[in-house]
């Protein structure tokens, strides 16, 4: 079979794995997806590479050890705590290893699924893994892609006949953030402090802030990065990249109102963002492509690209206070509403000749739908405050207060199969004193 063959077989929904638990129709990992990311787990700590494929997860390091993976020049980068490395390597690399554990791990295969004392060496159960940032993240970079968001927030603070400004419809908004602060899902975030500025008041106060939202986003991590003075082409803009992941870029409201003009957000983001700890491949994705929204007027020359640049991704976010014995869903909504590609996201961001380097993450930015209820944030669901939600063990949320625990999930389902990102978790403890 040829290379191209190779991959289309790890795309078969009729595959099936040995591990049952794959196999569920509304498991995230099925055989199908085969994400990275960096784990530990209760007998070993070290933080090595593995990929999830039902309630298991594949350790890279000692499959290579054992002599079933094979890589270029027998390259040693899964016994490392990020993987960089490994995606370094370059997209020939990351299909030839998800091509090598389909076959490892699928149901006629018996390699594995006959040799109990090998799958004791390769195989942790997720249960009893810690799961890391998967990247070291160089650079981090937020985007404000979603025509329904920018209208919302632009009617909301503007007026709403003129509620998108004449750049937007003719590139990728976006801002240079900040990576130190990206956090893997888990992670507690301390509601930030900054100045506010009361209606009622001349002059900004100090303290916590009390308008906290969250941004339901995605991500893409850069897998081959450019030269500096070299952009990338619009048309080879997905060759560069490694994969997704679900992002919640937690925001500061009022800081950010008070802050905001003239340069944009600074402190009202820089607190925190949260990722989820599987990086899902765009050639997992490959199935659930769909057209991108219409775009008027059509972009300029660079921002072209033929074919279709969206995918079928389902969201959603869930809010539990704290101790709450049931979660709310708040949110439902589609990655395939985003306005602006991540092809011409990344080609936008490169065209002035900025380099890129791999692990760089490029945000899509706040990903909301036509409906009230597939709003991505809290500030239009609730509409600044205007329109409390009610929660199911009876209270009410206009913004997220202490306590509150917030997931992100986001899958593509496939006949009897699915492609999920696992959850992206942040609960709020309170702010400093």
């Known amino acids: 079979m040829s290379a191209v063959s190779d991959l289309q077989a790890t795309l078969d929904p009729s595959r099936k794995s040995w591990v049952e638990s ?15 990311g960096i784990f530990s787990d209760t007998t070993n700590g070290a933080r090595r590479a593995g990929v999830a494929i039902g309630d298991e997860i594949v350790d890279l390091a000692a499959l290579q050890a054992a002599g079933l993976l094979k890589l270029p020049s027998n390259a040693d980068v899964f016994a490392r705590d990020t993987l ?33 004392a090998l799958r004791a060496k390769v195989l942790v159960r997720a249960a009893d893994a810690r799961l890391h940032l998967p990247v070291q993240i160089p650079g981090y970079t937020d985007f404000y892609s979603s025509k329904e968001h920018a209208t919302n927030v632009g009617s909301m603070f503007r007026d709403p006949k003129n509620a998108l400004l004449p750049n937007w419809s003719e590139m990728p908004i976006g801002y240079n953030g900040r990576a130190s602060s990206v956090v893997v899902s888990g992670t507690p975030v301390r509601r930030p402090n900054g100045q506010l500025k009361l209606p009622d008041q001349e002059r900004p106060v100090f303290g916590a802030c009390r308008k ?19 952009p990338i082409a619009c048309a ?5 990249i490694f994969g997704m992941v679900l992002l919640n870029d937690w925001s ?62 389902a969201l959603e976010v869930k809010l539990r206070p704290h101790a709450a014995k049931q979660a709310t869903t708040i949110a439902r909504t589609n990655f395939r509403h985003m306005y602006w590609t991540m092809a011409q996201q990344l080609a936008h961001h490169t065209v002035s000749g900025c380099n890129t380097r791999v692990g760089d993450l490029m945000g899509s930015g706040t990903i909301s739908g036509p409906t009230e209820d597939s709003y991505g944030s809290l500030l239009e669901l609730t509409w600044n405050g205007k329109k409390p939600l009610e ?31 696992g959850a992206c978790v942040g609960e709020i403890v309170a702010a400093r004193g």
Do not use: M
């Open 22 to 36: 794959a196999n569920e129709p509304s498991h995230d990992f099925s055989i199908q997806n085969l994400p990275f």
């Open 84 to 116: 960089n490395d490994f995606i370094a390597l370059g997209r020939d690399a990351w299909r030839s290893v998800r091509i090598q554990l389909s076959n490892l791990l699928s149901r006629d295969t018996a390699t594995l699924r006959d040799d109990a």
């Open 212 to 230: 906290l939202d969250i941004e339901l986003e995605t991500g893409f991590v850069i897998g081959g990065g450019n030269a500096l003075g070299e």
């Open 236 to 240: 080879d803009a997905e060759a560069h």
């Open 252 to 313: 500061a409201r009022d800081i950010q109102q008070w802050e905001y003009v003239p340069l944009g957000p600074f402190n009202a983001k820089t607190f925190a963002t949260t990722i989820s700890p599987w990086i899902v491949t765009l050639d997992a994705l490959e199935p659930f492509r769909v057209a991108h929204p219409v775009q008027e007027p059509e972009p300029l020359a660079y921002l072209r690209h033929d074919g279709d640049h969206a995918f079928d991704i």
């Open 391 to 421: 929660l199911k063990d009876g209270g009410t949320r206009t913004f997220i207060e202490d306590g509150d625990e917030l997931t992100l999930a986001g899958w593509c389902q496939g006949d009897g199969y699915r492609v999920g990102f």
